[in-house]
């Protein structure tokens, strides 16, 4: 079973952002399969690496659109994009130096983490991104 499930409850209403939500969905659920299928060092590194890259590109995807659309909140977004990229490097730093167990505690932080982020945050800046012709 899913670890989380895509609905329009995590819809910002903006096509690409969503896309790159699902995406982000999908590599978090691919990971918690693999980790309950018991899958070996190898794939979880692989799946882990895959998640932590995508999840910079998509943070750096929403940044730009901030920055050119001057949105007001930029500055705290961006704390909360940083402390979450923090969390991952430090997760696959722990996870490469040996400490192999992704544990349903670290899962659940991140399902968590992505559903509050978009609900509360991501969600704010629909109005400001439609405004300037997004859709
Ligand atoms: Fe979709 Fe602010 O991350």
């Given at each position: 079973?899913?670890?989380?499930?895509w609905?329009?409850?995590?819809?910002?209403?903006?096509?690409?952002?969503d896309?790159?939500?699902?995406?982000?969905?999908?590599?978090?659920?691919?990971?918690?399969?693999?980790m309950?299928?018991?899958?070996?060092?190898?794939?979880?590194?692989?799946?882990l690496?895959?998640?932590?890259r995508?999840?910079v590109?998509?943070?750096?995807?929403e940044?730009?659109?901030?920055?050119?659309?001057?949105?007001?909140?930029?500055?705290?977004?961006?704390?909360?994009?940083?402390a979450?990229?923090s969390?991952?490097?430090?997760?696959?730093?722990?996870?490469?130096?040996?400490?192999?167990?992704?544990t349903?505690?670290?899962?659940?932080?991140?399902?968590?983490?992505?559903?509050?982020?978009?609900?509360?945050s991501d969600k704010?800046?629909?109005?400001?991104?439609?405004?300037h012709?997004?859709?």
């Amino acid at each position: 079973m899913a670890l989380l499930t895509w609905n329009e409850s995590l819809s910002v209403n903006v096509r690409d952002i969503d896309e790159q939500h699902q995406k982000l969905v999908g590599m978090l659920n691919l990971l918690h399969e693999a980790m309950g299928k018991g899958q070996g060092k190898d794939v979880l590194k692989t799946l882990l690496g895959d998640l932590a890259r995508y999840t910079v590109t998509h943070f750096a995807n929403e940044e730009a659109y901030m920055k050119r659309f001057d949105y007001a909140e930029l500055a705290a977004h961006k704390a909360e994009h940083e402390a979450l990229k923090s969390k991952v490097v430090e997760l696959k730093a722990r996870f490469e130096g040996g400490q192999t167990m992704l544990t349903v505690e670290t899962m659940n932080f991140l399902k968590n983490w992505l559903t509050d982020h978009i609900q509360g945050s991501d969600k704010k800046y629909t109005p400001c991104f439609i405004a300037h012709g997004l859709k």
